[in-house]
T-cell receptor
Framework: NAGVTQTPKFQVLKTGQSMTLQCAQD?????MYWYRQDPGMGLRLIYY???????DKGEVPNGYNVSRLNKREFSLRLESAAPSQTSVYFC??????????FGSGTRLTVV | TQLLEQSPQFLSIQEGENLTVYCNSS?????LQWYRQEPGEGPVLLVT?????EVKKLKRLTFQFGDARKDSSLHITAAQPGDTGLYLC???????????FGKGTLLTVNP
């Protein structure tokens, strides 16, 4: 099925560990995004990539890095995880102004 | 500062009732989108409105974009338990596809 695929779906990390969240889309979209969703805070943009080869900071980029590997793939890396990064992470892609397609999310717990 | 304010935050109604959810801002948006999110899943796009005063209907759901393109509403007629979920509005500014999300309205429709 066409869409956005995120891996892993669940992850538990210890404080200080690192990990990479993977995201791939097969809709030939130019733009890709990483959001985090926290209770009472809504969806907040971490980083985005308007096109292959470009990345920009969003609202809450501290503690994260991203790589736009090619047009299909956009990864999010936590270099040294902190409990404040416990959240649900969503990747999304878009090809025009008419809307995003979201993945099903990665539920991350940092202990 | 929250660019998009959604109200109410929570809404619990009986099957068959009508309801309206609001999305307000002091900023002008080039387009506004509504998403519905179910537990454990990513948001799914319902509609995009781009013209001030535009009204779009999707079965029992009616979406309206304000004349000044600063606000929007979602009206559901004869709500059903399957309408239960988190409803999110999101706005884009200028030619940028980057979206700002409201915090959402959590709707529960009781049988």
């Amino acid at each position: 099925n066409a869409g956005v695929t995120q891996t892993p779906k669940f992850q538990v990390l210890k404080t200080g560990q690192s990990m990479t969240l993977q995201c791939a889309q097969d809709m030939n979209h130019n733009s890709m995004y990483w959001y985090r969703q926290d209770p009472g805070m809504g969806l907040r943009l971490i980083y985005y990539s308007a096109s292959e080869g470009t990345t920009d900071k969003g609202e809450v980029p501290n503690g994260y890095n991203v790589s736009r590997l090619n047009k299909r793939e956009f990864s999010l890396r936590l270099e040294s995880a902190a409990p404040s990064q416990t959240s649900v992470y969503f990747c999304a892609s878009s090809g025009d102004i008419y809307g995003y397609t979201f993945g099903s999310g990665t539920r991350l717990t940092v202990v | 500062t929250q660019l998009l304010e959604q109200s109410p935050q929570f809404l619990s109604i009986q099957e068959g009732e009508n309801l309206t959810v609001y999305c307000n801002s002091s900023s002008v948006f080039s387009s506004l989108q509504w998403y519905r999110q179910e537990p454990g899943e990513g948001p799914v796009l319902l509609v995009t409105v781009v013209t001030g005063g535009e009204v779009k209907k999707l079965k029992r759901l009616t979406f309206q974009f304000g004349d000044a393109r600063k606000d929007s509403s979602l009206h559901i007629t004869a709500a059903q338990p399957g309408d239960t979920g988190l409803y999110l509005c999101a706005g884009a500014r200028g030619s940028n596809y980057k979206l700002t999300f409201g915090k959402g309205t959590l709707l529960t429709v009781n049988p």
